[in-house]
């Protein structure tokens, strides 16, 4: 379904030898969940946003090939990469609070992707609160009136997972979806996106510096440092017997509940 084929991203104001992504290849098979895990500035994001067509035009070179169920990515224009984001694609970033317009109504954003093409107000308002209890959140009929600041951080990203979610995409790409939320709430996201995998068979691409966050939801897993792929595998396998010193840093550093922790519910 997501065939990646030796991507390299060059941002023009970065050093000439700098890649923020260096040569990745990668496949995601339908109804797979892949973890890709690396400290800070390891290429994670710019990976994820070159597989969702969100890469900013004119700011990086790009080089290799993104084959979205046998498309070319990269040759995609403006408008088709919009589509396949709106339809094919859905991606949900970190931070809930900066996701949403504060001076709009939750339920007008949740279904903003169906908005934008067209389709009649009565079915949008049936689709949003419908995503929105698959989503996990209940009273959705009445949520869907309500603005950001009435709901709590976890309800925020529930409804950002229900707006990916409101086409029906074929991929979902998570972005450190968890990183901002306290640890209970992030249990409970980590176990909606499982649910959305084993019921509905939604295929993930999980991101998050968190390798133990990756091993709850991921069958396998890449690891990544500095725009490479140092080790990959099935996460179970990977945790078990790790093979780069980098993947046993990463395993070794378990955040400390005051960093995970922060007062959000
Ligand atoms: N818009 C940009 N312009 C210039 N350089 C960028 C831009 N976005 C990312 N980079 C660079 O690309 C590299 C990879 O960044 P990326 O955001 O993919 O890291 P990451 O693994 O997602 O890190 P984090 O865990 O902090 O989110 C970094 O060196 C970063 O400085
Ligand atoms: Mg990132």
Not at 20 to 28: D, E, P, Y
Not at 83 to 112: A, H, S
Not at 188 to 193: C, D, F, S
């Amino acid at each position: 379904m997501l065939k990646v084929s030796g991507l390299r991203v060059h941002f023009h104001n970065a050093s000439p030898e700098r890649y923020a992504v260096n040569g990745v290849s990668f496949s995601l098979k339908r109804g797979e969940t892949l973890g890709i895990v690396g400290e800070s500035g390891s290429g994670k994001t710019v990976t994820a946003m070159c597989v969702s067509g969100l890469m900013p035009r004119g700011k990086a070179d790009e080089e290799g090939s993104i084959l979205l169920d046998g498309r070319e990515m990269f040759s995609c224009s403006e408008e088709n990469l919009r589509r396949i984001r709106g339809q094919d694609v859905g991606v949900v970033f970190q931070d809930p609070m900066t996701t949403f317009d504060p001076l709009c109504r939750i339920g007008r954003q949740v279904e903003e992707a169906l908005t934008v093409r067209g389709i009649p107000k009565m079915e949008r308002r049936k689709r949003a609160v419908e995503a929105m209890g698959l989503a996990g959140l209940r009273d959705a009929e009445e949520l869907y009136s309500r603005y950001p600041y009435e709901l709590s951080g976890g309800m925020l990203q529930r409804a950002s997972i229900a707006a990916a979610m409101i086409t029906k995409p074929k991929l979902l790409i998570c972005d450190e979806v968890t990183t901002a939320l306290d640890v209970l709430i992030q249990e409970q996201i980590l176990e909606l996106l499982r649910n959305l995998n084993e019921d509905y068979g939604m295929t993930i691409l999980f991101i998050s510096h968190d390798l133990h966050v990756v091993k709850k939801i991921c069958k396998s897993v890449l690891v990544m440092e500095r725009g490479k792929i140092v080790e990959r595998g099935e996460t179970a396998e990977v945790f078990a017997r790790p093979q780069h010193a980098y993947t046993k840093k990463l395993i070794a550093s378990i955040p400390t509940g005051a960093e995970r922790c922060r007062a959000y519910d």
